[in-house]
């Protein structure tokens, strides 16, 4: 009885459609089980700084792959988990509403207009 959302991950070996756990602590886009990011193959771009829930801070690696949610799709910083579920954070949901009714397992996501 998680908020879960379905997003289309890409990468240079292929795309694939999962669950993802929506995580309002997570303030990057996206989380993937490493071995579906080698599976799809996930472009390493970089690292950065991560700062944990605990306050603990270390540098991680990050891979590039677009990612599409609710019709847009974006370039995105992955991270790597040992978990087997993916996380889906703040940044690939900036221009949106989110409405999550736990009681009936249920996650509402609706596009913003951007303003003019």
Not at 21 to 45: H, I, N
Request: aromatic content about 6%; glycine content about 8%; proline content about 3%.
């Amino acid at each position: 009885m998680f908020p879960m959302v379905e997003v289309e991950v890409q990468g240079l070996r292929g795309r694939a459609n999962i669950p993802a756990l929506l995580d309002t602590g997570f303030s990057g886009y996206m989380c993937l089980p490493t071995d579906l990011a080698v599976e799809l193959g996930l472009q390493l771009a970089g690292t950065n700084v991560v700062e944990y829930a605990d306050g603990r801070q270390k540098r991680e690696l990050w891979f590039k792959g677009k990612v599409a949610l609710k019709g847009v799709t974006r370039t995105a910083q992955i991270y790597l988990t040992d978990s087997d579920e993916a996380l889906i954070g703040m940044k690939m949901l900036l221009d949106c509403r989110i409405l999550i009714d736990v009681s009936k397992n249920h996650v509402r996501i609706n596009r913003i207009a951007p303003k003019k």
